[in-house]
């Protein structure tokens, strides 16, 4: 039972345009999400997140958007930097996390 | 945040041997995570390590399969006992902490095993 799904294993976007990236979620007790960044041979960096009462935060460039309805979250990223190029996971949080698969991100100078 | 500093970084075994895995942090905490990610696959928690007693295992995962100490708040290893190409993974370290009013982890850099 997969309870955090990143559907697109993959995305490409152009230096300077907009980045987003998306999450689904079945589980309704989650009680906050996040984004993690991961470069090769590093471990994975918080980056950003959200209460699920909230339904938008904004850190700088990096957006997290939340359709509790939809039970969908998506990342923005804007505008988009080659060094913004990693592994995005985003995970649910019940006590412990639950990570998605992971989206990589590529941003083409 | 927490440093985690993890040994080894990454190593290659032979099948049926046992490789354990270090986690240094440079504070004292009371929980430690181990993760492991398979090739293509999202982090999956192995353990919560408790200092002074014993680990707390997911579904799927036992303690004779992975077995964890914790002698003290900065400390813990993990051990793969009788390892077989299945266990080729990145095993990560990671403590709980609150950054930007949010409880999240910080993780280690992994330890990468080829498991031949």
């Known amino acids: 039972d997969q309870q955090v799904k990143q559907n697109s294993p993959s995305l490409s976007v152009q230096e300077g345009r907009i980045s987003i990236l998306n999450c689904d979620y079945t589980n309704s007790m989650f009680d906050y999400f996040l984004w993690y960044k991961k470069y090769p041979a590093e471990g994975p960096t918080f980056l950003i997140s959200i209460s699920s009462i909230k339904d938008k935060n904004e850190d700088g460039r990096f957006t997290v958007f939340l359709n509790k309805s939809a039970k969908h979250l998506s990342l923005h990223i804007v505008p988009s930097q080659p060094g913004d190029s990693a592994v995005y996971f985003c995970?649910?949080?019940?006590?412990?996390?639950?990570f998605g698969q992971g989206t990589t991100l590529q941003v083409k100078p | 945040s927490a440093v985690i500093s993890q040994k080894p970084s990454r190593d290659i075994c032979q099948r049926g041997t046992s490789l354990t895995i270090q986690c240094q942090v440079d504070?004292?905490?009371?929980?430690m995570f181990w993760y492991r990610q398979q090739p293509g696959q999202s982090l999956t928690l192995i353990a919560t390590a408790n200092q002074g007693s014993e680990a707390t295992y997911e579904s799927g995962f036992v303690i004779d399969k992975f077995p964890i100490s914790r002698p003290n708040l900065t400390f813990s290893t993990l051990t793969v006992s009788n390892m077989s190409p299945e266990d080729s993974s990145i095993y990560l370290c990671?403590?709980?902490?609150?950054?930007?009013?949010?409880?999240?982890?910080?993780f280690g850099a992994g330890s990468r095993l080829t498991v031949l």
């Open positions: 990671s403590v709980k902490e609150v950054l930007s009013g949010a409880n999240v982890l910080t």
């Open positions: 504070s004292q905490v009371t929980m």
């Open positions: 995970a649910g949080n019940t006590g412990k996390l639950i």
